[in-house]
């Protein structure tokens, strides 16, 4: 089975900045868009930032360009996600996802398959 294992969610202040990881069971990791996804309470899910197999391509959503970076370890089957810069309203529950196969990147939650349970953000004022 694929399962998808996030991390390094936690409490910062604005305007710091935390690195989340995921870890994916899988040899075949390296073949496949991997995006990062969050849900804030009450609010639905939406697209953070998703890197292509091949790593030279990201896509980031406009609220998180320029502070989150995007980026993978194929040999570790991992993927990153370095957050700066970080503001209240980034709080949630940020939710790692496997994407399509060889693809350039997607910001489309239907074209992703399998999903993590996802890592705490919290961001205080």
């Known amino acids: 089975q694929v399962q998808l294992v996030e991390s390094g969610g936690g409490l910062v202040q604005a305007g710091g900045s935390l690195r989340l990881t995921c870890a994916a069971s899988e040899r075949t990791f390296s073949r496949y868009t991997m995006g990062w996804f969050r849900q804030a309470p009450g609010k639905e899910r939406g697209f953070v930032a998703s890197?292509?197999?091949?790593?030279?391509?990201?896509r980031y959503a406009d609220s998180v360009k320029g502070r989150f970076t995007i980026s993978r370890d194929n040999a570790k089957n991992t993927v990153y996600l370095q957050m700066n810069s970080l503001r209240p309203e980034d709080t949630a529950v940020y939710t790692c996802?496997?994407?399509?196969?060889?693809?350039?990147?997607?910001?489309?939650?239907?074209?992703?398959?399998?999903w993590g349970q996802g890592t705490q953000v919290t961001v205080s004022s």
């Open positions: 890197v292509s197999w091949s790593g030279d391509g990201t």
């Open positions: 996802a496997r994407g399509p196969p060889y693809s350039s990147g997607s910001y489309r939650a239907e074209e992703y398959a399998y």
